[in-house]
């Protein structure tokens, strides 16, 4: 049978059952709220995290970067996780690496080239062998290495070849909670002295990306360790994930 008036739309509008349309946050609002947890997470002061605090801190961390992060790993922790990080130089990557030959770019050069080059290896040595023989991670790995003191891990002294090993290039989540840049860096370097007031430092490049270099010697950051077992977490910007 036919309807004698034509049903309006309003009227079908009304007929149909409501649903509640989820609103898309903008990277932006993402990152903002992140922001927030963390505020309600750290202490005012930069100082070590109580175990809740550290929870807190892996608990947001984790929800938003999609990865496996935690204060300590295998059984084996760094004094402290929330500290103040400081500028580090360029680390030679092979024997007879200088500023000249560090730079694959013009680019890098204008931008880093005035951070200067440590006069000392890192740690571990050098990152490779010769220049020739330099892979593109052993590049990775000195533009985005961290320097920590592990020789301040509370287990230490325990087994010093275990952490030395441990400690090598090991992948961390670093983290500026004042406006929610992070970075996965690789522990490149031991240091900085306790005398510095810096809890740890980064490489030009890590600096720059966390926008820590502001004039200020330091600023508060969270480092945390990676669980990538199978390597599959690549060093560098990270963006945030869920």
Request: aromatic share 8%.
């Amino acid at each position: 049978m036919l309807l004698s008036q034509p049903v309006s739309a309003t009227l079908v509008s009304q007929a149909l059952p409501t649903q509640d349309i989820p609103v898309q946050e903008s990277p932006m609002q993402q990152k903002g709220r992140m922001i927030h947890e963390l505020s309600q997470v750290l202490p005012d002061v930069v100082q070590p995290l109580t175990t809740e605090q550290e929870t807190g801190v892996s608990t947001v961390l984790a929800k938003y970067f999609n990865m496996k992060v935690s204060p300590s790993l295998d059984g084996i922790r760094l004094n402290r996780c929330y500290g103040l990080i400081g500028a580090e130089q360029h680390l030679m990557r092979y024997p007879g690496d200088t500023m000249a030959s560090h730079f694959s770019n013009p680019g890098d050069s204008d931008k880093y080239y005035s951070s200067g080059m440590a006069p000392g290896r890192g740690a571990w040595g050098y990152f490779a062998h010769s220049q020739a023989g330099m892979s593109e991670q052993d590049v990775q790995r000195e533009k985005y290495y961290i320097a920590v003191p592990t020789f301040l891990s509370p287990t230490w002294h325990d087994n010093v070849n275990k952490h030395y090993s441990f400690f090598k290039y090991r992948k961390m989540l670093v983290v500026n909670p004042e406006n929610g840049k992070a970075i996965v860096a690789d522990i490149g370097d031991a240091g900085p002295a306790q005398s510095t007031g810096k809890h740890l430092g980064g490489s030009p490049e890590v600096m720059k990306h966390l926008e820590r270099v502001d004039g200020r010697a330091k600023g508060p950051v969270i480092y945390l360790f990676i669980d990538d077992p199978s390597d599959s977490i690549p060093l560098g910007p990270i963006d945030l994930q869920s």
